[in-house]
């Protein structure tokens, strides 16, 4: 884990308060790991409000042209507070403070190919950020991956051409109709994996809480391994300060507290009590 300071490279306004925010900073892109996050401090000065650093997955990795080696990280920020909001109005040649990557992310190994023939990554509006990463993971391991992203409206569904560009199959849904099939994404993931009920499957899933539950339903109802990617309001994300808790059973079915920030980000969604939502 590292800690630096960074300069902004690019901010793009995707509509609907996202932007995509690119970092210069190839130490930190060097050992990024799919489902990982940084913490980022929105504003440049160190005593500036908030003095909180915030949690960003990330994205993508980007990369120099010509040698294709890890140049910086692409954040997509969905502008809902005070910390997002000032972030997403800093300009090209900005510094920040960025710690990380860290955190667990998604369980991807080298046999994969032989266990798993399709991974379904399920994502409700910003949960589409540690899909991207994860996307291209599972196809350099030879599994096929297909998406299903679904949003309230057209504005929720950002970065779709690079999982396009990526010849993935998808399915999207909006609420109100104003793009792909009307309704939750649940529905044509909850069909998919009726159709190929005879194939190994694997389930990943971000998004709003009530979404990664019914994934998590879904999954068990199917007897299919599904990993979430949770989130939790973070203070010191080192493990220390118990404020990303969420409430969990050992195999024993005994109450434990699991931290996002260490035990997390991604984790089996068996692990989780989905009745309790995190504060
Ligand atoms: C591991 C992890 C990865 C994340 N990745 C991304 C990402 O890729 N892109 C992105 O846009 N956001 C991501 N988030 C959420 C992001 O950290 C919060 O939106 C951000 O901290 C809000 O800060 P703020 O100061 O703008 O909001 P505040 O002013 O602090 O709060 C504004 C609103 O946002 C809610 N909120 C604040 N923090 C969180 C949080 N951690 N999770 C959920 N809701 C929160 C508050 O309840 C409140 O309603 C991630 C969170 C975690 C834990
Ligand atoms: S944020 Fe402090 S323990 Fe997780």
């Known amino acids: 884990m590292i800690d630096k300071k960074v300069k902004v490279k690019e901010i793009r306004d995707l509509g609907s308060r996202n932007y995509l925010l690119t970092l210069n900073t190839p130490e930190q892109a060097r050992l990024v790991r ?3 996050f940084i913490m980022l401090k929105c504003v440049e000065g160190i005593d500036d409000s908030p003095l909180l650093r ?4 990330v994205f993508n990795i980007y990369r120099q042209i010509r040698s294709g080696k890890p140049a910086g ?4 920020v969905k502008d809902v507070g005070a910390g997002t909001h000032k972030l997403v109005q800093m300009k090209p040649g900005g510094m920040l403070d960025c710690l990380g990557p860290q955190g667990r992310g998604f369980q991807i190994s080298a046999d994969m190919r032989n266990r798993v023939e399709l991974a379904c990554l399920i994502a409700g509006g910003v949960g589409i950020a540690p899909l991207y990463l994860l996307a291209q993971s599972l196809l350099s391991q030879n ?6 992203y679904g949003g309230a409206n057209v504005g929720d569904l950002v970065l779709r051409e690079y999982f396009e560009r990526l010849g993935m199959e998808i399915f999207f849904t909006t609420e109100d109709g104003s793009f792909g099939r009307r309704g939750l994404i649940t529905e044509p993931a909850s069909e998919y994996l009726k159709i190929n009920a005879r194939k190994n499957i694997r389930v990943y899933a971000c998004g709003p809480w009530g979404m990664m539950k019914a994934v998590h339903l879904l999954s068990a109802q199917n007897n299919l391994q599904c990993e ?3 989130e939790a309001r973070m203070g010191c994300s080192l493990g220390a300060c118990l404020g990303c808790v969420v409430r969990s059973r050992d195999h024993l079915g005994e109450e434990q507290y699991l931290r996002v ?14 009745d309790t939502i995190p504060l």
Request: charged content about 20%; proline content about 12%.
């Open 34 to 36: 799919p489902g990982q």
């Open 143 to 148: 599994v096929k991956p297909v998406l299903f």
């Open 54 to 57: 915030r949690p960003f997955t």
């Open 261 to 274: 920030c260490q035990d997390g980000p991604v984790m089996n969604s068996r692990l989780i009590d989905w």
């Open 228 to 230: 979430v990617s949770l």
């Open 73 to 76: 990280l692409e954040l997509l």
